[in-house]
């Protein structure tokens, strides 16, 4: 199914997304990797605020390459999910609406997905020059010195995803397999 939906998204939204949904996301968006999610798990270790409000926001896994003239961002690609598993359940707790990477996720990541009514989408690897073309703006909010990998506020226009894990613990990659084998 082919759908249109608007960041931030709210929970009652992100139930209605199934695993396999085509997704078009018009809105904010913000991108943290790694390093970033370590300072703000250090953040929340500390009962500091988070450097933007989490609850209903969409993290996307990115670290983009230097823009070109005219252009707000870079090639943006995800990276690997799984690298922020260790810190991704406690945000999902905390109210994070969804997450946008490439990969699977753990068990615990999933169990808080669905505990959450969260939803985990996939952007296709390899196609961050095309992706760029979807993001309308660029700003670095939080952690500068991190580079590529400090917290950039995007606004983007029909950026394009997958649903691979949904709010019910339906997974892609282990339907799609499924259903591969079948055939």
């Excluded at 707000?72 to 598993?85: K, L, Q």
Aim: aromatic share 8%; hydrophobic share 40%.
């Amino acid at each position: 199914m082919e759908r249109h939906i608007h960041a931030p998204i709210a929970k009652e939204e992100a139930k209605t997304l199934k695993a396999g949904d085509y997704v078009y996301i018009t809105g904010i968006i913000y991108t943290a990797r790694d390093a970033a999610h370590k300072r703000m798990w250090e953040s929340m270790e500390k009962g500091e605020e988070l450097p933007f409000d989490i609850r209903k926001n969409i993290i996307y896994y990115m670290g983009p390459s230097p823009a070109r003239e005219g252009r707000p961002i870079g090639s943006a690609g995800p990276t690997t999910a799984s690298r922020m598993d260790k810190y991704t359940p406690k945000l999902l707790d905390l109210g994070l609406g969804a997450m946008i990477g490439k990969g699977k996720r753990s068990k615990e990541v999933m169990d808080a997905i669905i505990r959450n009514s969260s939803v985990y989408f996939a952007a296709i690897g390899g196609a961050g020059a095309i992706l760029s073309q979807r993001i309308l703006s660029s700003e670095v909010i939080a952690y500068e010195d991190l580079g590529a990998e400090a917290i950039r506020k995007l606004e983007v226009k029909d950026f394009p995803v997958i649903v691979v894990a949904d709010s019910e613990g339906n997974n892609l990659y282990e339907t799609a397999l499924i259903k591969y084998r079948e055939e």
